[in-house]
């Protein structure tokens, strides 16, 4: 085997993973971040194999997503986020401990791998998810970053939720914040 056989190697790899990503309804700037290929690539990756797809795939334009609220908003929200922030740590698709400079170290073919088995899994458990591939790869960097969001335990079980950095109250999961049924 040559040595520049393993450059070939690495760009199936990149091609590979931006076809996923395509699958998942990533944003163009989503997939150049973690594959490094080009926008034009990854356009003609769309138009030469996902447009001839047996299901449509849309592609959404403009910012990904970027606000934490959106993890807090109701309560099914916070529960499927603390369960796919569990499968995230599980599959070592974040870092154990959080680091300042995610943006850059984060994203990375490997990394991107582990993040779409992750959110895969994730959808085969809830089909009915309301959280989207965009917003997983926001709450995998937004967990990195350890800024506004950060894995903890509940004060009472211990079991994973996502809390905020600085929490103004003990973070309690939903089966421990929820009151007991009424007894007759």
Not at 8 to 30: I, K, V
Not at 33 to 57: E, F, M, N, P
Not at 163 to 178: D, G, L, N
Request: proline content about 6%; glycine content about 4%; overall charge positive.
């Amino acid at each position: 085997m040559r040595i520049s056989d393993d450059r070939y190697s690495r760009e199936r790899l990149c091609l590979q993973l931006a076809l996923r990503f395509l699958e998942h309804e990533a944003r163009t700037q989503t997939i150049r971040a973690w594959t490094g290929l080009s926008d034009d690539r990854i356009r003609k990756l769309y138009r030469s194999y996902i447009t001839r797809a047996r299901r449509y795939v849309p592609r959404h334009r403009g910012k990904s997503p970027h606000q934490v609220a959106y993890f807090t908003r109701s309560l099914r929200v916070q529960q499927e986020t603390a369960w796919l922030a569990s499968l995230l740590s599980l599959f070592g698709a974040v870092p154990a401990q959080p680091t300042a400079d995610a943006a850059s170290a984060l994203p990375s073919v490997a990394r991107g791998e582990l993040l779409c088995h992750a959110f895969e899994v994730y959808r085969e458990m809830i089909p009915s998810s309301q959280i989207s591939f965009e917003h997983t790869v926001f709450l995998a960097t937004a967990l990195s970053r350890g800024e506004q969001l950060r894995l903890g335990g509940c004060s009472e079980c211990g079991s994973l939720v996502v809390t905020e950095r600085f929490p103004i109250r003990v973070k309690r999961c939903h089966q421990c914040a929820s009151p007991p049924p009424p007894r007759c």
